[in-house]
């Protein structure tokens, strides 16, 4: 690994476990009777007004990391590494355009589409993120991988005992849908 490889992977590496620490503590506060008063409750209003600015910078965030890696430091992509692209990249592109939606109505109609497409995106995510991060940490396989590309088994690097490119993307997905989640639903327009 190149002493840039190292560096953006070691900053990356720290930024999965601080998101990893988020996603553990936005659970608790999601799950708990806290966030219905006081300080929990302010901060469900905090993720509800943020969660497309937050989510669209994690899914760019992982645009960026993904396309460094493959492009400069020439980590080959697997076949569960493009399912993850997939869904990751069709997330900043919605959430992008979600940022820059003309009116305070057109905003509320459309962010409510976009929450349902990342909770969707994001959900099919997670489960794919276990199951390659589970590969890469040793597990056997249950569908098999490609014959013809790189291993979904193979190992780039693991830093911190744990933290992988695929435990990146898990970590990604687990935020995003975890601040949809903290998002409301639109209510209803009585004018639409």
């Not at 990356?12 to 966030?35: K, Q």
């Not at 919605?94 to 962010?111: Q, S, V, Y």
């Not at 690097?157 to 639109?186: C, D, E, H, N, W």
Request: overall charge positive; glycine content about 8%.
């Amino acid at each position: 690994m190149t002493p840039l490889v190292q560096a953006v992977t070691n900053i990356l590496s720290v930024g999965t476990i601080v998101g990893d620490f988020l996603v553990l503590f936005l659970f608790f506060v999601l799950l708990s009777p806290a966030s219905e008063s006081g300080w929990g409750k302010k901060l469900a209003a905090f993720f509800d007004r943020y969660a497309i600015v937050f989510s669209f910078l994690i899914a760019a965030g992982g645009v960026v990391g993904s396309l460094f890696y493959s492009e400069y430091a020439h980590f080959a992509p697997c076949e569960l590494c493009w399912i993850q692209r997939a869904l990751l990249y069709a997330q900043a592109l919605i959430l992008f355009f979600a940022l820059f939606a003309r009116t305070e109505r057109h905003r509320k109609r459309f962010n409510e589409i976009v929450r349902k497409f990342c909770l969707a995106l994001s959900g099919v995510g997670v489960p794919v993120g276990i199951y390659h991060e589970y590969l890469q940490l040793g597990g056997g396989t249950i569908v098999p991988c490609s014959a013809t590309g790189p291993s979904c088994q193979f190992v780039y690097f693991i830093q911190f005992g744990y933290v992988t490119i695929p435990m990146m993307s898990l970590t990604a997905f687990a935020l995003i849908l975890l601040f949809m989640l903290f998002k409301k639903p639109a209510e209803k327009d009585p004018a639409a």
